[in-house]
């Protein structure tokens, strides 16, 4: 494993230790099957990271951290361009 993709990992057991991978993904308004469907997991397995029952591990982590972290990312920009309109 890379050591791009193992701060993946890290980065996804993270967001699953603390609640904010659901967090993040209900305020972009996508669906637990959305997301499954995108990381190549099924529903179940990512409720149950979501909800810290187990860890995320392997390609699918780093799939989830990054799309998670491109979520962030995109919040960030809007409340920029939000804040610089009004």
């Known amino acids: 494993m890379t050591k791009e993709a193992l701060l993946g990992v890290a980065a996804a057991r993270r967001y699953a230790k603390d609640g904010t991978g659901r967090e993040i993904r209900k305020r972009a308004r996508l669906s637990m099957r959305e997301v499954a469907a995108t ?13 810290g029952l187990t ?13 998670l972290g ?8 809007a409340a920029t361009e939000a804040a610089k309109a009004a």
Do not use: D, F, R, Y
């Open 55 to 67: 860890a995320p591990h392997g390609g699918p982590a780093v799939k989830w951290a990054e799309l």
């Open 39 to 51: 990381i190549g997991v099924s529903s179940p397995t990512l409720s149950n990271w979501e909800i």
């Open 70 to 77: 491109a979520l962030v990312e995109q919040e960030c920009i």
